[in-house]
């Protein structure tokens, strides 16, 4: 067995932003001419979230609005009693849609739908530059 580490960096605005990665994913992946391999994608860190999406206008809508239902931004949470530093909200939201997806590589092609998107979502209430990690086993 032999693992492949990448990584790349993502700027976001914070503030449940939805960003398309599966660009750079690819990126990662195909430069190492590879057959067939399970690719894991992870982000490191307690607000933010990696997941599937289609990523088209009404679903960057619809997510975030999903999501406000389960946990709103302006509740009190009692994370803030702990830190006090307003993201409560951003914390459960990542806890609830998780931080890695697998998609795996046959016969040299990440196996993605049509309309299936590898996304980043940052919930935490400010800008933040978050680092994906690429792990590529083979
Ligand atoms: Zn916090």
Same mark, same amino acid.
């Given at each position: 067995? !032999?693992?492949?580490?990448?990584?790349?960096?993502?700027?976001?605005?914070?503030? !449940?932003?939805? &960003? =398309?990665? #599966?660009? /750079?994913?690819?990126?990662?992946?195909? %430069?190492?001419?590879?057959?067939?391999? *399970? *690719?894991?994608?992870?982000?490191?860190?307690? #607000?933010?979230?990696? #997941?599937?999406?289609?990523?088209? $206008?009404?679903?960057?809508?619809?997510? $975030?609005?999903?999501? =406000?239902?389960?946990? $709103?931004?302006?509740?009190?949470?009692?994370?803030?009693?702990?830190?006090? =530093?307003?993201?409560?909200?951003?914390?459960?939201?990542?806890? &609830?849609?998780?931080?890695? !997806?697998?998609? $795996?590589?046959?016969?040299?092609?990440?196996?993605?739908? /049509?309309? /299936?998107?590898?996304?980043?979502? =940052?919930?935490?209430?400010?800008?933040? !530059? %978050?680092? *994906?990690? *690429?792990? &590529?086993?083979?």
């Amino acid at each position: 067995m !032999t693992i492949i580490n990448e990584k790349f960096s993502v700027h976001t605005k914070g503030n !449940t932003h939805v &960003i =398309d990665v #599966t660009r /750079q994913v690819q990126n990662a992946v195909y %430069r190492h001419n590879l057959q067939n391999a *399970v *690719v894991h994608v992870y982000v490191a860190g307690s #607000t933010v979230s990696i #997941t599937n999406i289609e990523y088209e $206008p009404g679903l960057l809508k619809d997510l $975030p609005e999903a999501l =406000d239902k389960f946990a $709103p931004v302006d509740k009190e949470y009692h994370h803030d009693e702990t830190w006090h =530093d307003g993201n409560g909200y951003a914390h459960l939201r990542a806890s &609830i849609v998780g931080n890695s !997806t697998m998609v $795996p590589l046959m016969d040299g092609a990440l196996v993605l739908g /049509q309309w /299936q998107q590898i996304v980043l979502i =940052d919930f935490d209430n400010k800008a933040r !530059t %978050r680092t *994906v990690y *690429v792990q &590529i086993v083979y």
